[in-house]
């Protein structure tokens, strides 16, 4: 922070997204620490594949399966720590939504830090691979167009509260229904963002969904 003359929000920022890149890992209450390099060959998708709107509902397809049983066992594992972790990641993306500012980041840190609740390491690790490209107004501009007035924020912003509060009181079975419903209404979300981008397309040609947004836009 002294030394770039940044706030401690900018600061967590970017350690969240040098995280999701794999190349730090964060000790509550201890400290973040640069990792060695992944071995070549791990599970990786190419963020140019997830660029077409069929691969961005495909990898929801796949979070869906992978993160409604991320979120049961993390409401059986979880710690104090990782939970206040949770809190922290949303009230940042709640801070972030009042000021129009990035919400990509807490709400991955979100996501990430239930799959370290798991106490398996192999949930975090393939959300780390998969990073904020998971997140599909990362890749798809309709998306943002949509969103005039926020309500996409809104709603996610209230279905991640549904998740936390699952997780708080060691609820596994309401956590898994919880993190279902979320990840079922992005997949719905994203679908008539889509619709609306071709209906509004000049003699209903479809719309270049795949152009990344500029600015701060809604996340998943």
Do not use: C, W
């Not at 594949?49 to 049961?72: F, H, N, P, Q, Y």
């Not at 798991?118 to 393939?126: K, M, R």
């Not at 209230?158 to 699952?166: C, D, F, K, M, N």
Request: net charge neutral; glycine share 6%; no cysteine.
């Amino acid at each position: 922070m002294q030394a770039y003359g940044v706030s401690r929000t900018v600061v967590r920022e970017a350690l969240s997204k040098l995280q999701a890149a794999g190349l730090v890992e964060t000790h509550h209450g201890i400290g973040t620490f640069v990792l060695q390099p992944k071995a070549a060959g791990m599970f990786r998708l190419d963020a140019s594949e997830l660029a077409a709107s069929v691969d961005v509902l495909a990898v929801l397809e796949l979070r869906i399966s992978l993160e409604t049983e991320s979120a049961g066992l993390a409401a059986t594992r979880r710690t104090e720590d990782q939970l206040a972790a949770m809190r922290e990641a949303l009230d940042d993306f709640e801070r972030n939504v009042a000021v129009a500012g990035d919400t990509v980041a807490p709400d991955f840190r979100f996501h990430l830090e239930i799959a370290q609740a798991t106490g398996n390491p192999y949930f975090a690790d393939i959300m780390s691979h998969l990073g904020t490209t998971i997140i599909p107004r990362t890749r798809i501009n309709a998306i943002r167009n949509h969103d005039r007035r926020g309500e996409y924020l809104t709603r996610v912003n209230r279905e991640h509260e549904e998740i936390y509060a699952a997780i708080a009181r060691r609820d596994p079975d309401s956590a898994r229904a919880a993190m279902r419903i979320h990840l079922t209404n992005s997949r719905e979300r994203l679908r008539i963002a889509q619709e609306a981008a071709r209906s509004s397309a000049p003699g209903g040609a479809p719309a270049s969904d795949a152009a990344p947004a500029s600015g701060p836009a809604p996340s998943a």
